[in-house]
């Protein structure tokens, strides 16, 4: 059974970072297309970044203060987020594909329950 599990939410102010895991089991990491999404309250769920063979993509939003990394021994996907804003605030969920990575949820097939991230002073 396919399972993603992601970790390492919680309240940060602004300027922190915070580095949020996705662990997979049921399948490794480096046969499919990882992503990570965010749904803030009220508006609809976005792409933040993915990673597959030879391919890292970002939003513009987090361009250059996010990073994206899989450590395939663990079988585990990584979001560093630094530099974070209150705009950053929602709920982040990791996704897997065995397609091409993608800005848009529709391709990804499995999902996890999602952890919260909050920036606030």
């Known amino acids: 059974q396919l399972q993603l599990v992601e970790s390492g939410g919680g309240l940060m102010q602004p300027g922190g970072s915070l580095r949020l895991s996705c662990a997979a089991s049921g399948f490794t990491v480096g046969s499919y297309a990882i992503g990570w999404f965010r749904q803030a309250p009220g508006k609809e769920r976005e792409g933040v970044s993915c990673i597959s063979s030879g391919v890292r993509n970002y939003a513009d939003s987090v361009k250059g203060r996010f990073t994206i990394s899989r450590d395939i021994a663990k079988n585990t996907v990584y979001l560093q987020m630094n530099s974070l804003k209150p705009e950053d605030t929602a709920i982040y969920y990791c996704?897997?594909?065995?397609?091409?990575?993608?800005?848009?949820?529709?391709?990804?097939?499995?999902w996890g329950q999602g952890t919260q991230v909050t920036v606030s002073s």
């Open positions: 996704a897997a594909t065995r397609y091409v990575c993608s800005e848009y949820p529709r391709p990804f097939e499995y």
